[in-house]
């Protein structure tokens, strides 16, 4: 897609980190926005800025484990802006580490709903209506370096709910691909980037953790990305058509070939260091 001005944006999680970004970075380039996100506060203050900047903004409340939720919000989206054009399925959360034996049910439940449940309603609801308008777009799921590398001890959850969404991703490229539809698809995998995910998610969380800060506040982590960087990454992927958007350090990209590698080999995974 070479032209954004003018067209429609839907970006879920938008209140903070990723999905505030790419709001922010689709609106300066003329982009007509629809953002949603579980907690109003937070979305109507984002709102609020991004409208202050010019921006032509619908917003709506959507836990995006509710399908119905979803349906709704698309429903208000084309009702309101005729189409859309780049929808990104951000909505994620993160969750305490513990054994992967210990995690609760409840845990499993919570985190799979909106990290992997959120994603497939967005794609129900809005791209059959997109192919149907016979526009260009493009969809963008948010995924993680976790759904790409062998995961670290404790984070079990997240990273099966990140391999699943890569896998749906890959799964949508080549039914849009063959279909010969004029929407295309990426799977955004970002590494280390300074987010609130840790604290915003523990408020929402089933059983709580106690944790506060940011991405950048935990213990081991090198360096982190700015949200705004991978928000660039994300428009030059919409822009070029590239499928795997990897905005992240180059020690993500290691662990990524040694797992290849050792899948090729036939060799056990790697046991990476525990994050305390």
């Known amino acids: 897609m070479n032209e954004l001005k003018d067209r429609v944006a839907v970006v879920t999680g938008a209140a903070s980190g990723i999905g505030y970004a790419m709001a922010e970075r689709f609106a300066a380039e003329g982009m007509k926005l629809a953002i949603a996100d579980i907690h109003q506060p937070s979305l109507d203050e984002a709102a609020a800025k991004l409208r202050a900047s010019g921006a032509t903004v619908l917003a709506q409340r959507v836990d995006v484990a509710d399908a119905a939720a979803v349906e709704a919000f698309a429903d208000r989206v084309f009702a309101e ?154 428009f030059d992927a919409i822009r070029d058509d590239r499928f795997y958007i990897l905005a992240t350090q180059d020690d993500f990209l290691g662990w990524m070939k040694m797992r290849h590698d050792r899948i090729e080999d036939g060799r056990n995974p790697a046991v990476p260091r525990r994050t305390q």
């Open 81 to 234: 802006y005729g189409t859309v054009h780049v929808l990104c399925n951000n909505a994620g959360v993160a969750i305490q580490q513990l054994p992967v034996w210990d995690h609760p049910l409840e845990n499993w439940r919570w985190i799979m709903g909106i990290n992997l449940w959120g994603v497939i309603p967005g794609i129900r609801s809005f791209v059959p209506r997109m192919l149907a308008s016979g526009a260009e777009g493009h969809v963008v799921n948010t995924a993680s370096m976790a759904g790409l590398i062998t995961g670290s001890m404790g984070d079990s959850p997240y990273g099966v709910t990140k391999h699943a969404v890569v896998a749906l991703s890959e799964s949508l490229y080549r039914d849009l691909k063959t279909s010969g539809a004029a929407v295309g698809a990426s799977v955004l995998c970002p590494g280390w980037t300074g987010t609130g995910i840790i604290a915003n998610s523990d408020r929402d969380a089933p059983h709580p953790s106690g944790a506060a800060g940011s991405v950048a506040d935990l213990p081991g982590v090198p360096d982190v990305y700015a949200p705004s960087y991978v928000a660039g990454q994300v």
